[in-house]
């Protein structure tokens, strides 16, 4: 829930899921206090809850209207579906697709679309359905609706890009806004392409990645997470490459993890990470 | 707040300051499930509070009976009277005093005791009244004994060691039982003495320090914060104390702020810190 | 090479190196003046040297005579024969797999075995050879023995227990002795079984993985590489379970590629470790 | 020394160390093959070297000319004279004054600078000569003259700008071109004027600082070391600075250390740390 600042709000929340039985399991709240908003996170139990799970939403949408609030429910026992976008590089992909068959990221994969065919095998190993979807430069607008449209017919609900080597228009952000990607930089550094080849270049001695949510201007998204790791001058570019491969995996999968329990709000260009 | 878990509970504290129209600045919860227990910190604001400060702690204590909780209650106005007991070493010392100078941790140091004279000079340039206490190996008892009646006679509800190299009794814990200390390992690896040159032995890669609360068995305390560094065999074990000085340095001032802002609650054993 | 320290060892290795038209892309020395010994790690290229490369391993047995030195040749294009043992969890063996499999670990991996079947067909994806030998309380010797049968029919050089769960004797260790371990804690804390439910029940703030030559006292052989993440009183025993291990994975990959470069030498029960 | 790479260049080196008698304590060799660039520092005894101390530097300068390479010659008993700018915030200061007092950073400070009077106070405790030079905003090459004339007169060889909030000109560079910076942001993050401020606007997760040498280009000097800390949305701007000095004053210690036991080189915009 997101609201305008006033007293009485934790305990109105708090106080509307005990008056109905129910018993918090988690609550966060936070205050920013220069924009004058409330946050709020909270989870409880169905067990013993006393309004029926298919009337919870309407209930909750009450609620909202009556605190003047943006709120949002989600059951953690439903499992989002997600599509996952990629190229060649295979790390993320695999990745992820790992810690979903290990049960660490609570979510379905339908579909993965890439624009090269390179990833099809790994994709068939995981059982994951794989799309092809090539990106000509003359013609990705065409490419862009063809990936709204697979988006809408598997009905999911957020597209991680892990190592899509694509911008999005922001024609496309319109029409799908719900979109994490991993950046191999630690931002606002290395904004845009190679950012392994700019930080040698600069001779930087740590090197990041950053996982965000993705807005029309490029990398300048909500951040959710960042993770850096040393380098020397004895590591080149390739080696600046193979150890950010682990530090992005680690960012993507933090900040997806964090995004999939619902422990992310997005207010004001910033992210409010309740872990 | 502590107390056994049940549902309402954070409705019922959020509803108590709300009824009495405080605005709740941050508000902390934790279920202990394995435990059964409940924990919970609120911070709101006294101004426009219905109750008048003087009598808030009388409430407070009634609201605590009423919930079958131990409460805690803490005005963050007010400095608590805080002593740091050190031996002959000054990083720590040094460092917690100018914390205190710019503010950053929010308490008075009405007194500094040592075994040693040596830091006598740096209690002088810092105005803080400083005590030599002495302990010889066959007058312990007498030596905490002064040190207790100091503790009492200023007035004094925590003692911080600063790289105090004596071990305190239980029977001083038990008539004073609320100190902090920081040890220069990561615990549980090297307890006691000389942790650096076994550190060193051992051949570890990374070294840490660990600010606890104090009990009765020696470094076994409830851990409220950790920190590590690098290491690699070109250190000798001087450099490792050398690297150890800044870590012990943060890891004290960091739990020692925790501590004061009231984000740590201690149970069974261990520390939920709200940070 | 290690031995004794005395002047001019630098000059000589070099000058060796030099006169036979080698030249050098690395050289790392380090002296440890309590053991009053010298190590030094050595890398040329063989483009231009004028011992041709069947003949090398001779003259560096002679040169080592000749300074009453250890002395250890490799070829950085010879991928060692490395078999992985594992028992039912996955993560480290797969993520080493795929490190093979994108150029990452300079190695082969002509066997994996385990004593439990359930990686097959992990091993199966990556098409590696994989034996499972059960090991049977009372006929650990006989399960030993197969092992160290197959590292000999396959000609393996190096063994790396990706989460073996099985402790290996004295005298499996006296015929096969190069062997690398991960083990979930960081040492010298927690060693043994149940690392992080000993953790969890500590309380402490970091917890950490150490990979590390395999001895006969367990887990106290030489540190290769030591890797910590933040836990808090948020995190249950399977939490730190999962947390551990993205940080088991990454120090035993870590370590694996520095040992595979010949970059850790081992001596007097520590590593120097030339990164 | 740093020249142009060709076999047999440690060898070089080392021979001439061990033919005058010298026994090598630390090597550090590194190729940029990029560049082709050869870098080297030698660290050896004394005791026992044929060539008297007096007599080294023009033996090392004949040795640069033959090499065709830049030599840097270092005695580790020399303490350099190191002046230290600075403006009000006293964290920095504090903290070199402190590290020079233990001995942790083995230089002598005949004169700290400032553009204000306030540290004043800090330096008269620490026994060191302070002289407040006012940069009025018209009158800037005055000062910067001023400046100038004390660090010639009191023969520095090295400024480190310990918070100086003062940009110095090309001119002022030009003629004393030897400046240690501490920027307070992972750069090249937050380039320039309150990086605190744009860390939080931007919602970064990570803050960081960063030590460099001082070149026109502002904030893009060779960087000598970088650390970051982890800030989450509770973080205000002042909790951002807060967090920050700690971060800072590491930055600047450290790479204070490695520059004043010239473990630091610098070609090409970057530096080679031989830590």
């Known amino acids: 829930m997101i609201c305008p600042d006033r007293p009485g709000l934790v305990s109105e929340l708090a106080g509307w899921v ?90 379905q994969v339908p579909l993965v679309i890439a624009n090269h065919p390179e990833l099809e095998g790994l994709c068939r190993a995981f059982e994951v359905p794989f799309m092809h979807v090539p990106v000509l430069p003359d013609r990705k607008p065409e490419a862009e609706q063809q990936i709204l449209d697979l988006l809408v017919e598997h009905r999911i609900e957020l597209a991680v890009l892990a190592k899509y080597m694509q911008v999005l228009s922001s024609d496309f952000l319109d029409r799908f806004p719900e979109v994490i990607n991993i950046h191999h930089s630690f931002l606002p550094a290395f904004k845009g392409a190679q950012p392994y080849h700019r930080a040698w270049e600069r001779g930087v001695k740590l090197i990041g990645a950053t996982a965000h949510y993705v807005t029309e201007d490029l990398d300048d998204g909500p951040i959710i997470e960042q993770t850096t790791v040393h380098v020397s001058h004895r590591d080149e570019v390739e080696d600046l490459i193979r150890k950010g491969r682990d530090t992005e995996r680690l960012a993507l999968a933090r900040a997806l993890r964090l995004h999939l329990r619902r422990q992310v709000m997005v207010y004001r260009g910033r992210t409010a990470v309740f872990a």
């Open 18 to 107: 005990a008056a109905n039985g129910g018993n918090i399991r988690h609550a966060d709240h936070h205050t920013d206090v220069g924009a004058g908003l409330f946050l709020s996170r909270i989870e409880w139990q169905l067990m013993g809850f006393g309004i029926p799970r298919e009337a919870i939403a309407a209930a909750i949408t009450a609620l909202g209207e009556r605190l003047n609030a943006q709120v949002q429910l989600r059951f953690s026992d439903e499992l989002p579906r997600v599509a996952i976008l990629a190229s060649k590089q295979s790390h993320c992909l695999q990745d992820l697709l790992l810690r979903v068959q290990s049960g660490e990221l609570p979510m």
